[in-house]
């Protein structure tokens, strides 16, 4: 035999490599063993299973019936085993069962997983017992974790769902033609939207009232409209309201107010209330001459019925012949119970362009009007509206791609610019910036996702976040071409 072969394993030597085996892979999954003698009553616990369940090692005489374990397995699984004894047990041939139990030792409250399988002798008497015990304690915790956010999950889209359509009615019982709904209707969801995106960088613990200030006022008309005041922390429905009040104030003041010429100022200057809340006061000034307004539109409703009860406060109107006043008080109830742990710093100042940036579009249309576009984009109706929309701007829309192989080919096409969805049914839409950029293409990336989740890297492009309006995509698009006609 040449003497680098392998010996073969004798019948001990096996047994011991087995032994072994078993022994690591009952460690791997923090498992230990156990072994019941039918011969003597006796219960064997290994030193895994006493590490798991707390109970001692080694053998141990099963008194009382073998009813020992029973106190300490919860009331509410006692019914997960076939009995609360090894005998009941011994009765059958295999037994799996997941229950908690308390540890003797330290009082903790676990979660295991049991199999027991009975060995039986020609006569079909039970003469052995071997299991496994198995700590699932982390593992109900993760499975309990997603429970809690699935159906938190489901009671914010029901909540979100049940918004939306309110919205819709109570906006279109308020509006007289279809072409006003959409645009009040249209501008209510991406506030919604703006106080989604404000919420979802702090994993919905809450936002802080200068960036919601920030995200509504921004881009409306630099310059012209200051916020201020100290760092207060609202929890995520008061954003919601908050963030849907500044919505419907702004809009009045860029159609009828303050903002709807170039010597209007809006200042919005939030303080602490000694009740724990806050009081916020909109000011207008330099706009047109104000009057007391015929009618009663839903925004007010939203303002002085719907703000006040969520924010645990009012909200008052008062329109004041030099320029609408607001007053929206809340109580402590409106405040996060902590700080936010990615929380963004608070503005307190004029907008500066980190606050302009996209949403200044709503004075940009004009640089879409006689550029060619395509338009690369997964969803069918959003495709659509955006068409449409840059066509009623005076943009001509070479053609819509909703994959990457149809957009490579469109990229082969005449056009100025090209707005590309960062995500194609699950695709990145990499391929399609590396082709354009190849042809020294100008783009734009519009995406649903926050600002944690930003579009392809590596590419020097203004960025869209949806839900956007053509005004946006506008004014990505002048920032895309370098400003120029």
């Not at 041939?93 to 039986?120: C, Q, S, Y």
């Not at 068409?387 to 082969?412: D, H, P, R, Y």
């Amino acid at each position: 035999m040449d003497a680098g072969a392998r010996h073969p394993r004798n019948a001990a030597d096996q047994l011991a490599l087995e032994q072994e085996r078993a022994s690591l892979a009952l460690s791997a999954a923090r498992m230990g063993e156990f072994e019941w003698d039918a011969h003597d009553d006796r219960m064997i616990i290994s030193e895994r299973l006493a590490a798991i369940t707390g109970f001692p090692a080694g053998e141990l005489a099963l008194i009382d019936s073998g009813g020992r374990v029973l106190p300490y397995i919860h009331p509410d699984d006692v019914g997960a085993l076939p009995g609360p004894t090894i005998y009941d047990i011994a009765r059958h041939d295999r037994v799996e069962a997941d229950f908690r139990l308390t540890r003797p030792d330290n009082g903790k409250l676990i979660w295991l997983h049991f199999a027991a399988v009975t060995m039986r002798d020609p006569q079909g008497k039970p003469q052995r017992v071997i299991g496994v015990v198995q700590d699932i304690t982390e593992r109900k915790a993760e499975e309990q974790a997603r429970h809690t956010l699935v159906a938190e999950l489901d009671h914010r889209v029901k909540n979100v769902l049940a918004s939306v359509q309110s919205l819709a009615a109570q906006s279109a019982r308020k509006t007289t033609s279809l072409d006003a709904f959409l645009k009040t209707f249209a501008g209510r969801l991406e506030a919604m939207a703006a106080a989604h995106t404000l919420l979802t960088a702090t994993r919905w613990r809450g936002a802080e009232i200068g960036n919601i200030a920030a995200a509504e006022l921004g881009g409306l008309a630099p310059g012209q409209a200051r916020w201020s005041g100290p760092e207060i922390l609202l929890n995520p429905r008061a954003t919601n309201a908050l963030t849907l009040a500044l919505h419907e104030l702004a809009t009045n003041a860029v159609k009828f107010g303050a903002l709807s010429g170039e010597t209007g100022r809006v200042d919005v200057a939030w303080t602490r209330r000694a009740c724990g809340g806050f009081e916020l006061i909109w000011s207008e000034r330099g706009g047109p001459p104000v009057g007391q307004p015929t009618r009663r539109g839903f925004g007010a409703t939203l303002l002085e019925r719907v703000t006040g009860r969520e924010l645990g406060g009012e909200a008052v109107l008062d329109f004041r012949s030099g320029g609408v006043r607001a007053v929206i008080r809340a109580d402590a109830t409106a405040l996060a119970d902590h700080a936010p742990a990615a929380e963004a710093t608070t503005a307190s100042a004029e907008p500066d362009d980190a606050h302009a940036g996209a949403s200044e579009g709503v004075f940009a249309a004009d640089s879409v009007r006689g550029r060619r576009i395509i338009i690369v984009e997964d969803a069918v109706l959003l495709a659509l509206e955006l068409e449409a929309g840059l066509t009623e701007a005076g943009a001509c829309v070479v053609g819509t791609a909703s994959n990457v192989e149809e957009a490579l080919a469109l990229s082969k096409t005449r056009f100025d610019v090209a707005v590309l969805d960062a995500n194609l049914n699950g695709i990145s839409v990499t391929p399609v910036a590396e082709a354009l950029r190849a042809l020294h293409k100008p783009f734009i990336f519009a995406t649903g996702y926050g600002d944690a989740a930003p579009a392809p890297e590596g590419f020097d492009a203004p960025v869209v976040r949806k839900p956007y309006n053509v005004a946006q995509i506008a004014a990505a698009v002048a920032e895309a071409l370098g400003g120029t006609h």
